[in-house]
C-alpha cells in the first residue's frame, strides 16, 4: 500500500528499501484528498489514491513514492478543501 500512516514526530518507519516519502500536512482547515499526482524529472508518473481527509485530527498523511533515484518535477493534489485551508507538502 503506496500510503503510511503519518506520525506528528516524523518517523519513517514503513518507507521501504529503495523509495523515498512524501508527507502531506494540514496548516488550515479540512481537505478531502482524492489522489496525489507526482510526475517526476524523467517524464514518468506515479499516481497515490488516498481517499482521506486532512484535518486537525489527521494533520498528517505520507505517501511513499517509487524510488529509483528520480527528482520529483510536481506534485498535485486533486480533491476539495473548505474555505481557507492549506496544506504543507514535503518531499523527503
Do not use: C, H, W, Y
Request: proline letters at 3%.
Amino acid at each position: 500500500m503506496p500510503i503510511v500512516g503519518g506520525s506528528a514526530d516524523g518517523r519513517r518507519g514503513g518507507v521501504p528499501r529503495g523509495s523515498f516519502a512524501s508527507t502531506l500536512q494540514t496548516a488550515a482547515g479540512a481537505s478531502q484528498i482524492q489522489r496525489i499526482v507526482v510526475r517526476f524529472k524523467d517524464g514518468t508518473t506515479q499516481v497515490v489514491r488516498a481517499q482521506r481527509m486532512l484535518d486537525a485530527r489527521n494533520p498528517i498523511m505520507e505517501v511513499i513514492l517509487e524510488g529509483n533515484r528520480r527528482r520529483i518535477d510536481s506534485i498535485r493534489i486533486v480533491g476539495s478543501s473548505r474555505r481557507n485551508a492549506a496544506i504543507q507538502v514535503f518531499a523527503i
